[in-house]
C-alpha cells in the first residue's frame, strides 16, 4: 500500500485488514527501519498509545520500558521474517484479526491476533493478543 511510505497519517483504510496490510507493510517487511511503538499515535489507539507511552518514559531517560520488543510479531528484529499472512479470526468479529507470522529459522507459523477500532475515522489497534502475551493493554497496565 502505497499511502504507507508517506506514513499511517496519511493513509485512510476503510477495514481492519487493510489497516492491518499497512502496518505489515511498514513495520514488518523486509524494508522495515522502525518500530510501530516509535508511531503509537498512528498505529495504536488512545487507550493503548498512553500506555506505550507511559511504559517508555517510566523507565527513565536512556532506559528501556517493558516494552523492549515490536508488539506486532512479539519479537526484537523482523528481519527473520519470511511472511505474513493475514487472515480471520475463528469464532470473532471482523475487528479482530490474526498475523500468522513465518520465521525463516522456525516452523509452523506464530499467530498474533491484533484488535481494531475505530477513532476519529481510523482503524488502530486497541490489543495485540499472542501466546506469550495474553493481552498488551493488560502486561502495560499491570504495576
Not at 513495520?27 to 507511552?53: C, W
Request: aromatic share 6%.
Amino acid at each position: 500500500m502505497t499511502c504507507c511510505l508517506l506514513g499511517l497519517a496519511a493513509c485512510s483504510a476503510t477495514t481492519p485488514k487493510a489497516q492491518a496490510q499497512a502496518l505489515v507493510d511498514r513495520y514488518l517487511s523486509a524494508k522495515a527501519d522502525n518500530s510501530s511503538i516509535n508511531r503509537a499515535d498512528t498505529v495504536y489507539s488512545k487507550a493503548l498509545s498512553t500506555l506505550i507511552k507511559k511504559d517508555q518514559t517510566s523507565a527513565g531517560p536512556g532506559e528501556l520500558g517493558r516494552l523492549d520488543f515490536e508488539p506486532l510479531c512479539n519479537c526484537q528484529d523482523t528481519g527473520a521474517i519470511q511472511s505474513v499472512t493475514i487472515t480471520d479470526t475463528d469464532g470473532k468479529p471482523p475487528q479482530w484479526l490474526t498475523l500468522q507470522i513465518k520465521w525463516e529459522d522456525r516452523s509452523p507459523t506464530t499467530p498474533i491476533l491484533l484488535h481494531f477500532i475505530q477513532e476519529d475515522g481510523q482503524w488502530r489497534i486497541d490489543d495485540v493478543v499472542s501466546n506469550d502475551i495474553p493481552s498488551l493493554h493488560t502486561f502495560l497496565s499491570a504495576p
